[in-house]
Structures are given as C-alpha cells and as structure tokens.
C-alpha cells in the first residue's frame, strides 16, 4: 500500500477529527499532496492541498476557517485538522499525492496516487 489514510470516524456537529495520511519516501514525492471528499451521490470534491515547495495550502471555501491541512516530513506524513465539523462535513476522505506540476492543487486529475479513503460521519 502505497498510502494509508486513517483517523475517520464518527464525531457530533462541532467537534473534531485528525486525519493522517502515511506514505512511503518514493510516494511522498512529487509536488505536493491534497484531500478529497466523496459524499453519497456526489463527485469527489476537493477540500485542501499542500505544496512541497514553499509549503503553501491551499483550501476549499467550504472548509476554510476550519481545517488546516499540515505535513511531517520525517514522518512522510499529511494531516487534515478538521475543526468546527458540520453534517455536510460528512463523506469519505481521499489523500492524493500530486504527481503533476500543474499549479492548481484543486484539480483531481493532477493527482496520480491515491489512498483508499477513510468514512467521516458527522451527526446533528
């Protein structure tokens, strides 16, 4: 397995979930990495993304304010702080290594590795 998200689960409307995405050294290259959502019957959808170089993040206006997308490098590690969790929150979570250099890190389709998801619930 090339990457591994893990960290979902099920959480009340205003808490909180930490994801992480665990990768090795060779799958943790490329230009960066990002976070997908998937809810039932809806496309995937972007939520954040990192750069390798110069660190920017980047995130959907949906989640801005509320996540924080972060990495450990020694660890060749991706986190999704996900704070302030709404219902709509609600779907499968996606991390993806970036494997073109295009610079629009909300396009799925750059994206040339991805993890097998993990299920964030959250409840009203």
């Known amino acids: 397995v090339q990457l591994q998200a893990s960290g979902g689960g099920s959480v009340q409307a205003g808490g909180s979930v930490r994801l992480s995405c665990a990768a090795s050294r060779r799958t943790f290259s490329g230009y960066g990495m990002g976070w997908f959502r998937q809810a039932p019957g809806k496309e995937r959808e972007f939520v954040a993304a990192?750069?390798?170089?110069?660190?920017?993040?980047y995130y959907a206006d949906s989640v801005k304010g509320r996540f924080t997308i972060s990495r450990d490098g020694a660890k060749n590690t991706v986190y999704l702080q996900m704070n302030s969790l709404k219902p709509e929150d609600t779907a499968v979570y996606y991390c993806?290594?970036?494997?073109?250099?295009?610079?629009?890190?909300?396009?799925?389709?750059?994206?040339?590795?991805w993890g097998q998801g993990t299920q964030v619930t959250v409840s009203s």
């Open positions: 993806a290594v970036r494997t073109n250099a295009n610079s629009d890190s909300s396009i799925a389709r750059w994206y040339g590795v």
């Open positions: 990192i750069r390798w170089s110069g660190g920017n993040t």
